[in-house]
């Protein structure tokens, strides 16, 4: 694991070396200040765990340095160091946000490492407690993933059955199938819990900053790099990190994630030094990543790497038995207890007939919108978007009445039907050939011969 860093400010340069030499012994990472000026300068390059600060320095007073270094981070823990006729001022200092003071005349080894060792152990536990807040906040556990479908069953079966590993797991499914929050329900099953849980969206950062957000930089690396920065892989160090939209990742950097996994270490941009990690890795894609190992973009030795458990969420529409439940879930979540609370039988049937592009994300929205348009504690179909509407409407089939022959109707009638059925699914994935497809549970294959027999 990296080594922990801790900033020295101390003018006088003897004590300033024994200090160092001392911290360095116990397995610190040690940076140095001899004044407030460069103190400050080095604070806003780099991060820091802990700072040990004199109170009397040339220049800019230690009590004036930690209010600018509260202001800038409140994560760092700060000691204060003080002579004996000082200690007043020391007290002062902690009602200003130190963590606590050391006197240097009766300071000790012992005594210096037990004050850093508790410092330390307070940031980790301020952070956690603010990771854990946040966690129940958003409310995402396990048993928020709403499912009682066969598939889905299976589905958290086996998180349940991996969770207790470090094996890196590869999520599949549509865009919209909830593939973060059953990464957030195997990392909060595992081991891991108390530790990071870091999200980065491989197809959200621009391929010139992706590097350096997942792998972090040294100051003067490249222009505007102006301090030395961690990257998402140390920041989930101990703990899980989830790679979203992974089939996005650039060729150039599958390579380096692959050095990731085989190695476990990763190298800042510009530096020279390996940093050792332990980090379970969660992929998740929307894409289909054999077709991209087969067309190029992808590497196949990266995707075995990735693929050693796969996990395939399925998209809503093949699960339509969860759809009630997740219905009323998300109107529990945006209506209260004196909201809207049920859905009328004919709005619940639009539901069940829509295909769900855009799976459980679309359907969550819907219902968050028919909870703030409804007038009343049921919601009804006029609250529901029209396009719900439209997929329940049925075919205006006319037959003539003095046609009795049914080879002859429905040779003019399966065109028609066909016509409008692919219509409809190419309208409903943005002309996705592929998706529409198995929306219309045929081959790719077939619905491009099918278009070309209607000229389209």
Known sequence: MPKE????????????????????ENGFAVRTAPDGQAALDL?????????????????????????????????????????????????????????????KETLTPDTLNLTIRKALEQGRLKRENERLREEVRRKYTFENIIGKSRVMREVFSKVQRIAPFKSTVLLCGESGTGKEMIAKAIHQHSPLRNH???????????ETLLESEL?????????????TKKGLFEEADGGTIL????????????VKLLRVL??????????????????????????????????????????????????TLPPLRERPEDIPLLAHHFLRKYAGEGGVMDVSPEALQLLLQYSWPGNVRELENIVERAVVLSDSKTITPHVLPSELKRTAEEFDVHVPENCLSIKKTLRT???????????????????????????????????????????A
């Open 262 to 311: 085989q190695e476990h270490t990763i190298r800042r941009i510009g530096d020279t030094a390996e940093i050792a990690i332990d980090v379970r890795v969660i992929a998740a894609t929307s894409k289909d990543l054999m077709k991209e190992v087969r067309e190029g973009r992808f590497r196949e030795d990266l995707f075995y790497r990735l693929n050693i458990i796969p996990i």
């Open 5 to 24: 860093r801790i900033l020295v400010v101390e003018d006088e340069g003897d004590y300033r070396d024994y200090l160092t030499n001392q911290l360095e």
């Open 196 to 206: 990071a849980f870091v999200t980065v969206n491989c197809a959200a950062i621009p």
């Open 243 to 254: 790679l979203d939209e992974i089939g996005e990742l650039p060729l150039g950097l599958q």
């Open 43 to 103: 604070f806003t390059e780099e991060e820091f765990d802990l700072v040990l600060l004199d109170l009397r320095l040339p220049g800019i007073d230690g009590l004036e340095i930690l209010k600018q270094f509260k202001n800038f981070s409140t994560e760092t823990q700060i000691v204060m160091m003080t002579a004996y006729g000082l200690v007043q001022s020391a007290v002062e200092a902690i009602k200003g946000g130190a963590f606590d003071y050391i006197t």
């Open 413 to 455: 009638l399966v065109p028609a039907v066909e016509r409008e059925l692919i219509q409809r699914a190419l309208e409903r994935t943005g002309n996705n050939r592929t998706r529409a497809a198995k929306l219309l549970e045929i081959s790719h294959r077939s619905l491009l011969y099918k278009l070309k027999e209607m000229n």
């Open 215 to 227: 792998f972090g930089h040294v100051k003067g690396s490249f222009t505007g790099a102006v301090r």
